[in-house]
Every structure is written in C-alpha cells, then in structure tokens.
C-alpha cells in the first residue's frame, strides 16, 4: 500500500504542518472558532496569504486601535496588502495567554518586509479577536 504524500501546496501557510483544509480553512469558512490566540493568529496570516479579508476585518476587535468603520476602504486597502504581498514563513516565537509574538517572513516589490510582531488578543464570549501589535 503505498502512502500519500501531502502536496506542498495544499500545506496551510500558517506553517501547522496540516493541510490548509484541515487547519485555517475551518476558520475562515465559518465552520469553526480559533479556540486560542495562537490559533487565531495563524489563521489571520493564513487569511492574509489566501486573501480572506472579510475574516481578517470579522476577527479584529471593534475596540482595538486598528478598527477601522469604513469597512470598504479597510477591505480595499487589506485586499491590496495582500494580493502585493509574497508571503513566504511564519514562525511562532512565544505564546502566552492572550499574546503571540511571532516572526513573519514576507516580500514586497522584491523588498524584504520581514517583521517581528507581538499581538495582542482579546476574548470575548468564546470568541478570540486581533487588538493591537507592537514591533521589535
């Protein structure tokens, strides 16, 4: 019997080692919650990666600083981001209860935009949401 192999391409991005079918793609196809700031947070990257802008606008948290209530600008300008954007590692660095700091390794315009970022997440409910960031 032989075994599959997963396709390289049918990898979540967020790095889980898991088909994008059974990590992120619950998430931003409704059928599931992120249960923790991590998972949330690599669902909002794989959201960025697979153009998922209506989860990365519905998983912010309306009292963050990066709210936005033009939600059509906010969506164009997220659309944008993503689309120029070549996304290309994720590595979480460490959890704790309610942050993620993580590096993101990204090109744009053949420019490195690699970054270091703490997040900030918020629960409400059950429900996990992106408050705020600060880069290193």
């Not at 889980?16 to 599931?32: I, M, N, R, V």
């Not at 300008?77 to 700091?101: A, K, M, P």
């Given at each position: 019997?032989?075994?599959?192999?997963?396709?390289?391409?049918?990898?979540?991005?967020?790095?889980?080692?898991?088909?994008?079918?059974?990590?992120?793609?619950?998430?931003?196809?409704?059928?599931?919650?992120?249960?923790?700031?991590?998972?949330?947070?690599?669902?909002?990257?794989?959201?960025?990666?697979?153009?998922?802008?209506?989860?990365l606008i519905n998983?912010?948290?309306?009292?963050?600083?990066?709210?936005?209530?033009?939600?059509?600008?906010?969506?164009?300008?997220?659309?944008?981001?993503?689309?120029?954007?070549?996304?290309?590692?994720?590595?979480?660095?460490?959890?704790?209860?309610?942050?993620?700091?993580?590096?993101?390794?990204?090109?744009?315009?053949?420019?490195?935009?690699?970054?270091?970022?703490?997040?900030?997440?918020?629960?409400?409910?059950?429900?996990?949401?992106?408050?705020?960031?600060?880069?290193?």
């Amino acid at each position: 019997m032989k075994m599959k192999k997963k396709k390289r391409s049918n990898l979540c991005p967020c790095q889980s080692s898991l088909t994008y079918a059974k990590c992120c793609k619950q998430f931003h196809s409704g059928k599931a919650e992120a249960d923790s700031p991590e998972a949330l947070m690599r669902s909002r990257y794989s959201a960025y990666v697979k153009g998922e802008i209506d989860y990365l606008i519905n998983t912010t948290d309306m009292n963050g600083p990066l709210w936005r209530n033009d939600r059509d600008e906010w969506f164009e300008e997220l659309s944008l981001f993503s689309r120029e954007t070549h996304f290309q590692g994720l590595e979480i660095l460490d959890v704790s209860s309610h942050y993620v700091r993580f590096e993101a390794t990204l090109e744009i315009d053949g420019n490195d935009a690699s970054f270091i970022e703490t997040s900030r997440f918020t629960e409400e409910g059950e429900k996990w949401f992106y408050h705020s960031a600060e880069f290193e």
